[in-house]
């Protein structure tokens, strides 16, 4: 049974930085590409990034300038790096294996002063 679980979410001041992993079980991790989400509140989810198998990435527009996704194959662990946060970077964030539709529960991000 294929498992994501999400951590490092919190709250952060504006102009910090945090660092979210996602630690996978349960498959053959450095098969997959992995990606992550996030959701604001009252908002639809949306992609952050991608990084595929072979450590390429692809991010959503406007992402990539502060947002820095990389894995760990021999941790089986995905993690996104999130520098300058801005209050509207607030939200819930997602780990996903999309090829086996897979969501891990996710961990609140909230940037506040």
């Known amino acids: 049974q294929v498992q994501l679980v999400e951590s490092g979410g919190g709250l952060v001041q504006p102009g910090g930085s945090l660092r979210l992993s996602c630690a996978a079980s349960?498959?053959?991790?450095?098969?997959?590409?992995m990606a992550w989400f996030r959701q604001a509140p009252g908002k639809q989810r949306e992609l952050v990034a991608h990084?595929?198998?072979?450590?390429?990435?692809i991010y959503a527009d406007s992402m990539n300038d502060r947002f820095t996704i990389s894995r760990d194959n021999a941790k089986n662990t995905v993690f996104l790096q999130m520098n300058s946060l801005k209050p509207e970077d607030t939200a819930v964030y997602y780990c996903?294996?999309?090829?086996?539709?897979?969501w891990g529960q996710g961990t609140q991000v909230t940037v506040s002063s």
């Open positions: 996903s294996l999309p090829a086996l539709g897979k």
């Open positions: 349960g498959t053959i991790f450095s098969a997959y590409a």
């Open positions: 990084i595929l198998s072979d450590s390429s990435t």
